[in-house]
């Protein structure tokens, strides 16, 4: 990995900590000066594409240069994507953002408030902004395939009392969300 940093984005002797990933393997990537986050990937055309459209949507979020979004950063041939065929696997690396994650945090009205005017601030800019790649994917935390992938994990709860609970509540998400669903922009 040392390597690789240093042959493809002129790191030198960072400091790499695996890091938890959903659908990839992350690594937060320490320098002297600077922290980034590493992402590592299978190589196929749907992550391409996804990672390719997400990359173009923080280039677009921070034009600003806020420092609110993660920035893409380009290796040494200018590309933000490093592709590495011989292992199958393509790289994508962000400045890391500093701070804690929300269920780690003192929830207070001012962090909600603040939360939710940074969430506004975001949807604004990405109002005039599309991606067909973005919204065809299909991903158990979007909201609008709740129904496709949420019920069936019901049975892991154990307690009847909460899972009855949590029934309720997919049935209310059925009945009163659903039918709302298409008026809501993509």
């Known amino acids: 990995m040392n390597d690789f940093l240093k042959s493809k984005y002129k790191i030198f002797n960072p400091r790499i900590?695996?890091?938890n990933g959903y659908i990839n393997l992350n690594y937060k990537i320490e320098s002297n000066s600077s922290s980034f986050i590493l992402k590592e990937f299978p190589l196929n055309k749907i992550n391409l594409d996804f990672i390719s459209a997400e990359n173009d949507i923080l280039l677009?979020?921070?034009q600003n240069k806020t420092g609110l979004y993660?920035?893409?950063?380009k290796n040494i041939d200018g590309d933000y994507i490093t592709i590495v065929s011989e292992k199958n696997k393509f790289?994508?690396?962000?400045?890391?953002?500093?701070?804690?994650?929300?269920?780690?945090?003192?929830?207070?009205?001012?962090?909600?408030?603040?939360?939710?005017?940074?969430?506004?601030?975001?949807d604004v800019k990405l109002q005039d902004?599309?991606?067909y790649v973005i919204e065809a994917r299909q991903i158990e935390w979007d909201l609008q395939y709740f129904q496709q992938f949420i019920p069936e994990k019901t049975k892991f709860i154990e307690n009847?009392?909460?899972r009855k609970l949590?029934?309720?509540?997919?049935?209310?998400?059925?009945?009163k969300?659903?039918?709302?669903?298409?008026k809501l922009r993509k």
């Open 60 to 62: 677009h979020l921070d």
């Open 17 to 19: 900590k695996q890091l």
């Open 177 to 182: 969300v659903e039918p709302e669903l298409p």
């Open 91 to 122: 790289f994508w690396l962000l400045t890391y953002l500093n701070g804690k994650f929300l269920v780690e945090t003192k929830h207070t009205a001012e962090l909600f408030e603040s939360f939710g005017s940074f969430l506004s601030t975001t």
């Open 129 to 131: 902004y599309g991606s």
């Open 166 to 175: 949590v029934e309720y509540f997919i049935q209310q998400h059925r009945e």
């Open 70 to 73: 993660p920035t893409p950063i």
């Open 160 to 162: 009847p009392t909460d």
